[in-house]
């Protein structure tokens, strides 16, 4: 048995090789046989994928490629009629046969000049010969076995007068397709109702004389012919002045040969590689060519909805929501098979015409806003397009904030770096406004040469997650550009850095800035708080002068390194005084109403005398409850000490309010009267963030407030009150960022000190930026109770 195709597939060839008659069967299963066709249900996920017309044209394609092939090598053709009428439907289908073998006839020559042994006639022709047609028709008409001859021979006539009448056959057989014996039958109809497996069986039988002792009429039918190919060869041309036939009976090795090699060219080459396929194609796939007609006329129609109104550069989710119109508008008026493929090459017009210079950058910020400009680079020296311009990433989302003693707010620029974030936003704005107070220097990197580098933390990568999606950044983008407007307040960006003078950042901490301040500031109120407060020895022995720590200090990080930056900010306004109770926080923008007070905070202490060492020492202790100022015994006072807290949160759009518990807004009554107190504050964990209560949210949607400042108005009492600040931003594995201070900060008395926390947190691994989830955000990340205590005040 031959095989040149897998049994299963919808167009195959079998053979079956006689070795002791030498003749070779070839049998085609293809797409115009009925029973193929019933198979093509099985298909069903391919066809409906696909389509029906795609698929079949495919089908019908390979099959018509496979019935070319056998009139190329074979001597007799037997074509079968499953009626008892001819199908004129062989006529079409016989001159495409004809046109596509004379486009062929070339490249034919060539695959057949690598056959070693190939008769010359062959090659000359391309074929064998111009195989002889015979026609069987597998149901009988309703005659009489007397009549059925006759019957036969006018069929002869009639099939003979029509392939005449065509052109399917003519003179010259070598110019047509096949050839039809003329003074032979070529007619033959079946004598009895038979399915096709038992009439193949017959012949089979018939053929090799198994089990079968009784000659059959097809037998002979077929054997008259194939004993002439066999003995002299056919000569069907007619006329006078014809010359003679080329037939060609070649070696069996070399017929196995030159039939695998035809046959993998008429199976691999590509629909548009030669002319003959690409006429092959047209002819057959007329629905496929009107589909492609259509869908050309239609894309370019889609292209201009695509580049209708289009900015200089646009994000991809804008990208993909034109592409979507151009696609559902060439979907809407394309027809036919050729859809999908157009889609794909309207795809691909998209793309180009948007990669070519409209790409938008969309770098996240660290908030998770995409960057707005064209596609570029940040430095000069990257390694990148050298035709990208050099730009800083800017998103085009502005927030509201306060600077670091909270007088003063200002517009700033999404922040795409930790030290902007952090440090460089309020280094801008202090130059208007806390430049006059004194700030608290916290522990920072002092290189001892120019040449320093950030130190290498082993097993963290240091590198930036943002588990965000696009969508939702842009989404995000929306609601938060919804603030002040941009008049409203001064925009501080990171293109201001290079417009400030390029001071030490000590010197900007442990001095008086020279700058005047826009607010009004009450000169008696500032102390001269030099000396009177103390803060914890940080030896400058113990840390690295050469490396850097990458990120921000916390509980984990490895011992001797420091950040070259703080991201924290200690300031202290000035006396104790600049708070009313009753009036509240009068000079700080922002708050919401009934909401800019401090919390009261009574913390009864007992002063212990000690004479004995010769010096004024006085020791203050925490007692735990509350009373009035009296002598319980000799040497000992018990009295109350009122200081006043506040932790203070400021959403995106700079709306500000205290919180009177953790979880809870400040709200005072309409007289300023504050019933809350600080206890709670200072003895449970505060929510790092909370739902932001604007008066005005988009569909709905809160904002997310962060905790930004600590408020702190200290007594007049011989007591020092302190501050040891630890935040966890989320949860755990989540490290606790400190300040670096290896004790308390103490704070001077009767005085009024404001900590400003981080505006983000970044560790060796990754940056915490605020919850998305409204719901979860207050459980999001805390600031550790323990932040704020009193201790001892010792004179000696």
């Keep these: 048995m031959l095989q040149f195709t897998k049994i299963d597939e919808e167009s195959s060839i079998e053979g079956y090789f006689c070795s002791k008659k030498k003749v070779l069967f070839l049998y085609s299963y293809n797409i115009y046989d009925t029973n193929t066709l019933a198979m093509l249900d099985k298909h069903e996920d391919t066809l409906f994928e696909k389509g029906f017309l795609h698929y079949f044209s495919n089908l019908r394609d390979t099959s018509t490629r496979h019935l070319l092939f056998l009139f190329l090598v074979s001597h007799i053709c037997v074509v079968t009629n499953a009626s008892s009428s001819f199908d004129l439907n062989y006529i079409q289908l016989f001159k495409t046969l004809d046109s596509v073998r004379a486009k062929l006839q070339g490249s034919i020559a060539e695959v057949l000049k690598t056959v070693p042994g190939l008769p010359k006639d062959w090659l000359t022709l391309g074929r064998l010969c111009s195989p002889r047609v015979l026609f069987y028709f597998e149901q009988r008409p309703p005659v009489l076995d007397e009549n059925l001859k006759s019957l036969q021979h006018l069929m002869e006539d009639q099939i003979y007068r029509l392939l005449r009448k065509c052109r399917v056959i003519t003179n010259v057989c070598t110019n047509s397709l096949f050839a039809i014996p003329s003074n032979q039958e070529f007619v033959f109809f079946k004598p009895r109702q038979q399915d096709r497996f038992t009439f193949l069986l017959e012949l089979l039988n018939d053929t090799f004389e198994i089990g079968n002792e009784c000659p059959s009429d097809f037998r002979e039918f077929l054997s008259q012919h194939i004993t002439l190919a066999q003995t002299e060869g056919f000569s069907d041309n007619v006329g006078r002045h014809v010359g003679p036939s080329i037939f060609v009976l070649p070696p069996a090795r070399v017929w ?79 027809r036919g098979p050729a859809v999908q493929k157009f889609l794909g090459r309207l795809d691909t017009e998209c793309d180009r015409f948007w990669r070519n210079g409209r790409r938008m950058c969309e770098f996240p910020s660290i908030i998770g806003n995409p960057c707005i400009q064209p596609v570029h680079k940040v430095h000069a020296e990257e390694n990148s397009d050298s035709k990208l311009p050099v730009l800083p990433h800017m998103s085009g989302v502005r927030y509201v904030s306060a600077c670091s003693c909270g007088r003063r707010q200002a517009n700033r620029e999404d922040p795409y770096d930790v030290e902007y974030a952090n440090y460089g936003f309020y280094r801008l704005i202090e130059e208007e406004c806390c430049g006059r107070l004194r700030h608290v220097t916290f522990p920072i990197f002092k290189p001892s040469s120019d040449h320093f580098e950030p130190a290498n933390l082993k097993g963290a990568s240091k590198s930036m997650h943002f588990a965000r999606d696009v969508e939702k950044l842009i989404t995000g983008t929306e609601d938060l550009s919804l603030g002040p407007d941009e008049n409203e307040f001064p925009a501080l960006s990171v293109d201001h ?92 923008p922002g708050f919401l109403a009934g909401s800019g007070f401090l919390l009261p905070w009574d913390i009864p202490v007992r002063l212990q005398h000690n004479e004995s060492n010769g010096l004024d020492g006085r020791r203050a202790h925490n007692l735990g409850y509350s009373g009035k100022g009296k002598r319980v015994k000799q040497g000992q006072h018990e009295f109350t000490v009122k200081i006043f807290i506040g932790v203070e949160y400021e959403c995106p759009r700079g709306h500000r309010f205290m919180s009177s518990s953790p979880g809870r807004i400040l709200k005072a009554t309409g007289a300023g009267l504050v019933k809350d107190s600080a206890q709670l504050i200072t003895q449970n964990d505060v929510p790092l963030y909370l739902p932001c209560p604007c008066p005005y949210n988009r569909g709905g949607k809160a904002l997310i407030a962060q905790l930004m400042r600590l408020h702190v108005v200290t007594p007049k009492a011989a007591v020092h009150v302190t501050i040891d600040p630890k935040v966890r ?35 060796e691994n990754q940056i915490y930026t605020h919850p998305k989830e409204n719901a979860r955000a207050a459980q999001h990340g805390y600031l550790l109770k323990g932040t704020c205590g009193v201790m001892e005040f010792a004179n000696e």
């Design 497 to 588: 850095l290079s417009q400030v003078a390029a001071d030490d950042h000590e010197e900007s901490q442990t001095s008086l800035g020279k700058g005047e301040t826009t607010e009004a500031i009450d000169e008696d109120n500032i102390m001269e708080i030099a000396g009177t407060h103390e803060l914890p020895a940080v030896s400058t022995k113990d840390f690295s002068t050469t490396e850097y720590l990458p990120c921000m200090l916390h509980v984990n990080s490895p011992s001797g390194i420091l950040p070259r930056y703080s991201s924290w900010s200690l300031v202290c306004l000035g006396s104790s005084s600049l708070y009313s109770h009753n009036a509240g926080l009068s000079d700080q």
């Design 256 to 334: 196995f040969d030159a039939a695998f090699k035809l046959f993998d060219f008429f199976t691999n080459s590509p629909a548009n590689g030669s002319k003959g396929f690409q006429l092959l194609r047209s002819i057959l796939d007329v629905e496929g060519q009107f589909s492609e007609a259509r869908c050309l006329k239609v894309l370019p129609l889609a292209l201009a909805a695509y580049q209708e109104n289009l900015p200089s550069h646009y994000s991809s989710q804008y990208h993909e929501n034109k592409k979507t119109q151009a696609k559902a508008l060439l979907s809407s008026h394309g």
């Design 729 to 763: 931003p989320a949860p755990p594995p989540c490290p606790e960022f400190v300040t670096g201070f290896t004790e308390p900060i103490q704070l001077s008395p009767s005085s009024y000190w404001i900590l400003r926390f981080p505006y983000v947190y970044e560790d």
